[in-house]
DNA sequence: CATTCGTGAAGACGAAT
DNA sequence: ATTCGATTTCACGAATG
């Protein structure tokens, strides 16, 4: 559960969940042949049904939005076997590949005993040449310059990701799409981390948990400047249709960083930048806004209507937008002519 | 005093040339 | 590759409570 306990105010904890739109039509719960795992599926907190939110890849409580598991992940055979036959045919042995491992979990090894296959010592020619061979694949598991890249990228997205808490499925795209770079050429002249930390935040983006350039910036080794030239042009070479990031993505977590600061903000004025969000989105004033500033001057108007005023500076401080911007999309939302936006609250 | 509001210069970016 | 327009940021001061 990433549900975080608030040690020093108890009675306030649930202002601190997150909230997902309950408007969603009910997943169908799939039936699983073999359910080996007991899943919750009533909430700890106010027992109300949990769903899958398989956009964020969530499992969370229909009612009072608690997160239980942000990692979907479907244990089982994607096939199903009939009998006895079938079920030999189509089982695999093996572990998973796995994209976070620079050769995908399946290097091939050597081992050291001279022997055949028999147990047989092997004769002094047979032994130079395993010895050779033996030195080969080392070297060929290594030697490739990309194979060395590969293992630094996949090092520092992983890093980088736990920094971030960003989950799973979300490094495991950004491996591949390393990969795919690597294997189209595109790295001579660019610098590793760069190219890493760009992967990280196009599949952030991508999967709909979309991370800002600052809070790259803190975890990644190269400035923004650099990887954001690199995720540009990643986008560009892989053909990535990525939309610009929903402001209301932004909305939990920043709410959540605004009461770790002591600020607090209640799931009322949550809602309602939620709302003016949706309204911003209806009437297509986000194009060439930043994301954050306008999920930040949602905060700042809904804040004020439910008499909760964080102040500019601090949220300034917490969305890393700055006072300005965030004056002028508050603007945007409080202009003449939106009293209507209310209506909804 | 803290906070908000407004301004001009400067940087960065996307689109167009 | 350069230019242009829109946007954000920075630094500052004024107004407001």
Redesign the pocket.
């Known amino acids: 559960m990433s549900f975080k306990q608030n040690t020093k105010k108890p009675a306030s904890k649930t202002s601190r969940t997150r909230t997902r739109n309950r408007s969603r039509a009910p997943n169908k719960e799939k039936q699983t042949d073999n359910e080996t795992e007991t899943e919750i599926d009533e909430c700890p907190e106010c027992t109300g049904n949990i769903t899958l939110d398989e956009k964020h890849g969530e499992r969370c409580c229909e009612d009072c939005g608690l997160v239980i598991d942000t990692e979907n992940i479907d244990r089982g055979p994607e096939w199903r076997a009939f009998n006895a036959s079938e079920s030999d045919k189509k089982s695999r042995v093996g572990s998973p590949t796995n994209e976070l491992m620079h050769d995908k979990g399946l290097a091939t090894n050597i081992d050291w005993k001279n022997k055949d296959a028999y147990g047989r010592s092997l004769g002094s020619k047979q032994r130079q040449r395993m010895n050779r061979l033996r030195k080969m694949n080392r070297w060929g598991k290594t030697k490739d310059a990309k194979d060395r890249n590969l293992r630094q990228a996949l090092g520092e997205i992983d890093r980088m990701a736990s920094a971030l808490g960003v989950p799973r499925n979300v490094r495991k795209i950004a491996s591949s799409m390393y990969r795919q770079c690597l294997d189209k050429d595109m790295l001579p002249g660019r610098s590793i981390e760069g190219m890493a930390t760009g992967c990280l935040y196009a599949s952030a983006r991508m999967n709909n948990i979309p991370r800002s350039l600052d809070e790259m910036e803190q975890v990644s080794r190269v400035d923004?400047?650099e990887f954001?030239?690199a995720y540009?042009y990643i986008q560009k070479e892989l053909g990535l249709e990525i939309s610009p990031a929903d402001p209301a993505e932004y909305l939990p977590r920043f709410v959540a960083k605004l009461n770790d600061e002591g600020c607090e903000v209640s799931q009322e004025t949550e809602r309602l930048a939620k709302h003016f969000i949706e309204k911003i989105k209806e009437n297509e004033m986000q194009?060439?806004?930043?994301p954050?500033?306008?999920a930040a001057a949602a905060i700042?108007t809904a804040g004020i209507l439910c008499n909760e005023?964080?102040?500019?500076?601090?949220l300034s401080k917490v969305t890393?937008?700055?006072?300005?911007?965030i004056?002028?999309?508050?603007?945007d939302i409080a202009e003449d002519g939106h009293e209507d936006w209310i209506h909804g609250a």
């Open positions: 923004k400047k954001s030239r540009r194009s060439g806004k930043t954050t500033g306008i700042y005023t964080p102040t500019q500076s601090t890393g937008v700055t006072e300005v911007t004056r002028e999309r508050y603007q």
